[in-house]
């Protein structure tokens, strides 16, 4: 199944260190979305990229956390610094265009700060 | 600030015991309101978008209306399968939000017991 697929699965770092989490959408979905779920939470929304470029950055806590989408399919969420208030599940989703509709997500990559 | 919540937090019902989840929203001028199912350890899947007060969309044993204030997602005859966390978002039109952010409720827990 080519569903949208993220890496890695779980993350444990200690605090201060640097962090890359990696999404592969599906094939085919120009827009590629980055939200954070906390435990209890709904998720909360972060970047949201129209191929290449980030549409709507409005979303990033701060300036230790940037997202690139360098050829318009994978894209990589980077957090410098990490901090204990880091620790959440990170979900990536994509769709066939931006647009009002239905978002596929992945499974999340969870992040633990120590 | 566009504002979601959900009630009940949680919600134990009996195998064909008929039931509503309620999505309280304010926002500026709506796009669209979303409804997600979310099992443990995955991500959000999509189940119903809603666009205008009045709608309905239906699938299964499940039935979303929305208002202009509100949204309900019935469940009629509910079986342990349809345990999972339901979520609600909504997408706002003013102030150029973009497409991809959805604001979401804290989601509610159901619970179906055979």
């Given at each position: 199944g080519a569903g949208v697929s993220q890496t890695p699965s779980n993350k444990v770092t200690e605090k201060g260190k640097y962090v890359e989490l990696r999404c592969d959408p599906?094939?085919?979905h120009t827009a590629l979305y980055w939200y954070r779920q906390s435990?209890?939470?709904?998720?909360?929304f972060l970047i949201y990229f129209q191929g290449t470029g980030a549409a709507d950055d409005s979303g990033l806590p701060n300036d230790r956390f940037f997202a690139v989408r360098p050829e318009g399919s994978v894209s990589t969420l980077k957090i410098q610094r990490t901090?204990?208030?880091d620790s959440a599940v990170y979900l990536c989703a994509s769709s066939p265009a931006g647009g009002p509709g239905e978002l596929f997500f992945g499974e999340g990559s969870r992040l633990t700060v120590l | 600030e566009d504002q979601v919540?959900?009630?009940p937090e949680a919600l134990r019902l009996q195998e064909g015991e008929s039931s509503s989840l309620n999505?309280?929203?304010?926002?500026?001028?709506?796009?669209?309101?979303?409804?997600?199912?979310?099992?443990?350890g995955k991500g959000p899947e999509f189940?119903?978008?809603?666009y205008s007060a009045g709608e309905e969309k239906e699938k299964e044993r499940l039935k979303a209306t929305l208002t202009k204030k509100e949204s309900f997602l019935h469940i009629?005859?509910?079986?342990p399968e349809d345990s999972a966390t339901y979520l609600c978002a909504v997408q706002a039109r003013a102030g150029g939000t973009s497409y991809g952010k959805l604001t979401f409720g804290q989601g509610t827990i159901l619970t179906v017991h055979p």
């Open positions: 599906i094939s085919g435990l209890g939470q709904g998720p909360e901090e204990r208030g | 919540t959900q009630s999505c309280s929203y304010t926002v500026s001028g709506l796009r669209g309101l979303f409804w997600y199912r979310q099992d443990p189940l119903f978008t809603l009629t005859a509910p079986k």
